[in-house]
């Protein structure tokens, strides 16, 4: 059983998802210079945040895959990576939309975080075509490993690096020196980003789920089907196990 | 060491038998100067423009040189009898490492020399003793990296894209601090000092890059 | 005296993805005895080399090899097996001798080794020349040199004999032959000729033991059977 | 005609087995500006320089799709057997042509649009009808020289080397042409008018070295 | 009547370089029939065999083969040669199925064909795995299925059984055998198979003919004596 305590995860997400909606549109204070479009700001900070995170968290997936070989770390971690990546595509959206908005331009440079959003962006949108172009799924585990360890590093190394290579130009609502975030604001915020990742592990939670369900679905086909009836896998990005030999991990 | 030796030393025949990496890399990076000069329509750059060029050719030629790291291990399975042989599996980061490390020194050597004449605004000479420190550096974080990148993508099936798609952005820090370093180097007005600050971050690039690419290295080499 | 045996697999099995290219395989030879393996096209054979080489782990079961457990200790029995597989293992743009020479360093062996076996094996002539431009069989000589450089203990030969002229077979005898007095496993497609030089044969069919005896009380009627 | 098709199907069936060629040129564009932002140093560009970013970036993205276009038909030997086909061996120059000018198409639309987002000092549109011409007429010299290069590595031992060394300086002048002839498009007043006489040497380069490459192409693919 | 023979070798050589591999060959085959070509290992028969399959242009001498001359009118006889050699001649990333239809489609043949011999050579289980992933000796089979897909009139086949297993071999006799009733070459490094089913057979030493005579007037003997 792959289930347990999804609807539990699920209901919790959507509560705290409802929630942060009301919030944000009946409850935070509409912003003085930036009106209305300033709320994409508990959206985009949120995802951004989330998705610097579940990289970084999929490194440690992946260190644990490979210390014990046991290749369920490695589905934690291609998961966690897949969603971050579809999480990064939003961030950028938004945050394009944002700079739209209030910049009039839909991408500026002199902004670390976003900027460095971008690069990782580049890199892990690598990991798919890694994984798809080896076959042996041991090997591919093994290697998907290896860049998701350097990934995991190589976020933080690398908003170092690009946080100190542009200036800090434009005002920051969190973290400012000016005093930061009004009170509401920063709750509603916090309440954000509690949710946004709520959502993240629940599909993380569901992906990996139904990947381990379909995985046993084909291992009992095999078994009572033989072997040859099944079709082969062919090749794929995702994790694959095989399992109808006797002892296999 | 001595498995390290005998793997670089062997390297070294294989490129001084059919010498393919340091030319192309060489050629490469000379080519690409005349291509920025027409391109970007400058005769003379200085300052970051001139670390940019610099840095940018660099780095794109030793994606070449990494490309074809692992390539002779692959051809007719020559690396499998490696791999049997009783050495320890690290022994051939060093070796592929230290490969690399010298290809790029000298292919340095030589584009320095062509950058000089081509298109740096400056004379090359009070930027010397900053550049060499800032190259070395900087052929730490390639080498290492590069090691490992090379080794991640001979096993695939799509080596040339694999290289340049996982290396170029995992290296992008690596050139934002050289290239930071670099600028003052080429100013207009004569070198300024290089700030401690981006050595820094360049230290720390090859200090946790170079151990990570290290701690990892040998799970590549496993069936 | 009862000493280990040399080879020793117990259930042993190898998936390529979901391919099962090795099915509960167990088999134990004692040192100094040569198995050969037979088997259809696609059996298993050179797997179950590849394995044994350490260059494949089992995914199931428990190998030993010259007494150390795979893959746990793999490290303890390289540098003591020797494999020549279907491709040469050798680096296509440097010579005959420059590869041996180069394994030689590896394995910390002195120089005399590899003009040694260039002479026996009658490549002195052309051991300059890069491994790429040389035939098919003088390639697979080179290849040969390459499996015993290190003086194995146990070596492991995938259809040595492809590709070689009668007299190049002949003059690889002594170094991979039964008279080298190593523990060998070897892999044919000839059933009079692998009997006459097996003391176990193993018969492998889609990866599943078919047939494991001594070689003495399998005729060459029961080898032709496995490729039915 | 018939063979042509043939050979373009199988690359098309080889590419949608593994798309490697188009993503991979795709998300090399998008680092090189990033490595071009930081490297020299500018938020945006305009004129002579924009024009000179852009098209070096399609430029290494082309060589990057140049380099493998032969690539399936060197493992095994499987060319040879091509070879011996009773085909006219200028079908594969059309096949090979045809493709790369089909992935660079492809390349451009989304590497263009992530110039204009990235790094283009001024808006897209009003430079696209003057842009699109000089793409198309560089895209003909990439994909003619380019397919003209790539049969000629895939000979050699060093493929992923001769591609850019042979190819980008065979490119130069086209380059050249196309640069200055996107310069005035990109302008910070608005876009200029091209210069007719650049569009002339580009389209001179097309039809000398396209025809040249289909002439000599032949003499390639014999022993 | 007198029909042109299919091969007409007259004096021809070929280098590598400065290393001559074939001199002064000069052989004529006639239609139907099988010309074995023996010798020791880089003797020159694989060069021999590209050089009949217009892979190599012959650097001295003149060669008809079906009637053409080579280098000169080597387009009118593509499409009716066929070659197997020492590599498959296969795209690893393809399927042996998608192999075939490749060539069938560029020799403008029905995907029947594909399906009769991927039938035939027992592939069918196997025909859509890439070739990648294949056994050595299921390879060869896709290899030989290639080299006989557009039906030609010549069959050159450089050690076409080795890696087969004897199953294997009796599968695709039919195919490339005396019975498919081509004019073949073939190497051989079995003098006594290969003479069984020689009408010529040619002995090479250093690229020197050594030994050219009806298969009928050789024996065993004289072709081991080509190894001496
Ligand atoms: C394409 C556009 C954008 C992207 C990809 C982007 C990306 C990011 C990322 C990755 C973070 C999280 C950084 C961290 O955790 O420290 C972040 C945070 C933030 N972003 Fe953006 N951003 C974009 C546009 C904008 C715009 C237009 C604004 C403001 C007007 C903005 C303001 C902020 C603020 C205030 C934070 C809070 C974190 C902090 O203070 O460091 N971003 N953005
Ligand atoms: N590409 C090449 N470059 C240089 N020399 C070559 C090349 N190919 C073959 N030779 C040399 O030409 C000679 C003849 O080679 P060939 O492959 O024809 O021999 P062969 O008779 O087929 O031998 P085998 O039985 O080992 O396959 C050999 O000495 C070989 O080393
Ligand atoms: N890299 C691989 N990926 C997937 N399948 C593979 C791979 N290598 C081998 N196989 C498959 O595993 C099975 C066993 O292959 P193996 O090479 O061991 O056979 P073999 O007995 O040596 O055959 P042959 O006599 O033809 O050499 C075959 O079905 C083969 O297709
Ligand atoms: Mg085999
Ligand atoms: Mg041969």
Known sequence: MHGKGLRALSLVTFAALAATFALVFFYAPLDADQGFIQKIFYLHVPVAIVTLVAYVVAAGFAIAHLRTGNRQWDLRSYTTIHIALIFNIVGLVTGSIWAKASWGHWWVWDEPTLVSFLIVFLLFATYQPLRFSIEDPERQARYASVFSIMGGAFVPLNFIAVREATGYVHPRVLASTDGGLPGSMAFVFVIAIISVALLFATIVAYEISSKNTSWQIRALRRRALGDDAVTPLGRTAAPTMGTSLRGAS | MRPSLALLRKDLLLERRAPESVPAMLLFSLTTFVLFHFGIGRDEVTGSLAAGVLLVTLLFAAILGINRLFVSEHEEGGFDAVLMAPIDRTAFFFAKAGALFVFLVLVEIVAMAGFSILLLGVSPWPTLPGLILVLVLLNIALSTVGTLVSALAIQTRARDLIVPLVGLPMLVPALIAAARACAPLFAAGGPGSIPGKWLLVLGLYDLVFGLLAYAVFEFLLED | ?228
């Open chain 3, 1 to 228: 005296m009862a000493t280990a045996p040399a080879i020793e697999l117990r259930g042993v099995g190898r998936r390529y993805g979901e391919r099962l290219a090795l099915v509960d395989v167990s088999v134990s030879v004692p040192a100094g005895a040569t198995l050969v393996v037979f088997g259809p096209n696609g059996a298993g054979k050179s797997t179950l080399l590849r394995m044994l080489a350490t260059l494949l782990r089992p995914h199931a079961g428990s190998a030993r090899i010259l007494g150390e457990p795979l893959p746990k200790r793999d490290w303890e029995v390289r540098g003591r097996i020797g494999l020549l597989a279907h491709e040469g293992m050798l680096y296509r743009d440097l010579s005959a001798r420059e590869n041996l020479r180069f394994h030689a360093r590896l394995h910390k062996l002195p120089e005399r080794r590899v003009e040694e076996l260039l002479e026996r094996s009658e490549l002195l002539p052309r051991a300059n020349d890069p491994v790429r431009t040389l035939s098919r069989g003088l390639l697979q000589r080179v290849a040969v040199c390459r499996s015993v450089l290190h003086d194995p203990e146990l070596l492991l030969l995938d259809e040595p004999r492809a590709n070689l002229d009668p007299a190049a077979r002949a003059l690889i005898e002594p170094l991979i032959g039964r008279v080298s007095g190593r523990t060998r496993v070897v892999t044919s497609h000839d059933p009079a000729g692998g009997l006459a030089e097996a003391d176990i044969a193993l018969g492998l069919r889609g990866g599943r033991t078919e047939l494991l005896a001594p070689a003495a009380e399998v005729d060459t009627i029961a080898i032709e059977a496995l490729y039915r």
